[in-house]
C-alpha cells in the first residue's frame, strides 16, 4: 500500500507499506535527482519537471502533482491544468509543461 501525506495542498511525504516494512520517503527531497523510481512500485515514479516532457505511444498515466504548477498538453488544443494536491489519468500521447517548476507522482500502471 502506497500512502502519501499532504499537509495543506503540498506533499510532506510517503510511506510505502508492507507486510513487513515500512519506508519513509521525503518526495520533494528524492524528487531532486530529476527522476526517482519507487522501490517495488514498478511504473511508479518521481518526476521534477523543468521543461516540457513529451510522452508517446498509447499508454496510460495517472498523475499527481506535489508541487509547482503543470498543464498536460493533450492533442487538438486540448489541456489539464494541475495544481499541488490535484491529480489527472490520461491516455495516450500527450506533454508535460511546467509552468515553474514542479514535482509529480507517475504511474503507468501494466496493462
Known amino acids: 500500500m502506497l500512502i502519501v501525506y499532504f499537509s495543506g495542498a503540498y506533499v510532506k511525504a510517503a510511506i510505502i507499506e508492507g507486510v513487513n516494512r515500512a519506508v519513509h520517503l521525503p518526495l520533494i527531497r528524492l524528487s531532486e535527482a530529476d527522476r526517482f523510481e519507487l522501490p517495488g512500485w514498478p511504473g511508479l515514479e518521481l518526476l521534477r519537471l523543468t521543461v516540457p516532457r513529451e510522452r508517446t505511444g498509447a499508454d496510460r498515466h495517472l498523475y499527481v502533482l506535489l508541487e509547482g504548477e503543470l498543464l498536460v498538453d493533450l492533442p487538438e488544443g486540448r489541456y489539464l491544468h494541475l ?29
Not at 509543461?97 to 509529480?104: D, L, R, S
Request: no cysteine.
Open 83 to 111: 495544481r499541488p494536491g490535484e491529480g489527472a489519468e490520461v491516455e495516450g500521447a500527450h506533454v508535460l509543461t511546467p509552468i515553474v517548476e514542479a514535482v509529480a507522482l507517475e504511474w503507468k500502471p501494466s496493462r
